[in-house]
């Protein structure tokens, strides 16, 4: 079963507009990290954020803020006033503490934004 | 350097070829992993290993093989390519805690 759901498949934007990545977690473990990574057009990935389960506190660095929902399973993205280098795919991941699951990513499908000027 | 190192970055092959990825980092880590990424299914795992002597399968492992040649080393090996491998793969190192993943640059490989 997917453990991690990104139901947004494309979002396009106009430079400046904001935009929110939603994410949808699952997982039986107390004990767990989320990460949002970045793949612009050039292939390699990007470490965005992690995030622990004990820290519900919402987080901003720059343009980008992320708003983690225990109880609704949610880490969601935005990015404030977009600009066209904003333009990737972005990927959002779980890792759980479980015995041989430490550090073993699972990744959502990702979402493409695309930013237009 | 990149503490992650990936080679090929790039490789075109035929089907029924052999062919190894290769994967080497300087992180010191003794978790090591890879991933194939393919549009609109996000990166599976295919293997990994926890140090030298632990290799495990992971989601999608049939077709793959691997080998930890040593603590820095962890190569991909396609015993007879098939055009459906086509992919971007991707070698990580973790720590033991698992916190943070690093990624190598990426393999773009096709299978023709």
């Known amino acids: 079963a997917q453990k991690v759901t990104q139901a947004q498949t494309e979002i396009s934007v106009v430079e400046k507009e904001d935009v929110t990545l939603d994410c949808v977690y699952e997982?039986?473990?107390?004990?767990?990290?989320l990460f949002w990574y970045k793949q612009p057009p050039s292939g390699e990935l990007v470490f965005l954020i992690r995030r622990n389960s004990f820290d519900e506190q919402n987080e901003i660095s720059g343009r980008y803020s992320w708003n983690f929902q225990k109880s609704t399973s949610s880490f969601n993205f935005t990015i404030t006033a977009s600009q066209v280098v904003d333009s990737a795919v972005y990927f959002c991941?779980?890792?759980?503490?479980?015995?041989?699951?430490?550090?073993?990513?699972?990744f959502g499908a990702g979402t493409q934004v695309v930013v237009t000027p | 350097d990149a503490d992650v190192t990936q080679t090929p970055r790039n490789r075109i092959t035929k089907t029924g070829k052999r062919i190894m990825l290769e994967c080497s980092q300087t992180k010191g880590h003794d978790r090591m992993y890879w991933y194939r990424q393919d549009p609109g299914l996000g990166l599976r795992l295919i293997y990994y290993s926890f140090d030298v002597k632990d290799i495990n399968k992971g989601e999608i492992s049939d077709g793959y093989s691997v080998s930890r040649q040593a603590q820095a080393k962890f190569s991909l090996s396609l015993e007879s390519a098939i055009p459906n491998q086509t992919a971007l793969y991707f070698c990580?190192?973790?720590?033991?805690?698992?916190?943070?993943?690093?990624f190598g640059q990426g393999t773009r490989l096709t299978v023709v």
């Open positions: 991941a779980l890792s759980e503490e479980a015995s041989d699951s430490w550090g073993k990513l699972q």
């Open positions: 997982t039986r473990d107390t004990t767990y990290y």
């Open positions: 990580a190192t973790s720590d033991f805690g698992g916190a943070e993943a690093f």
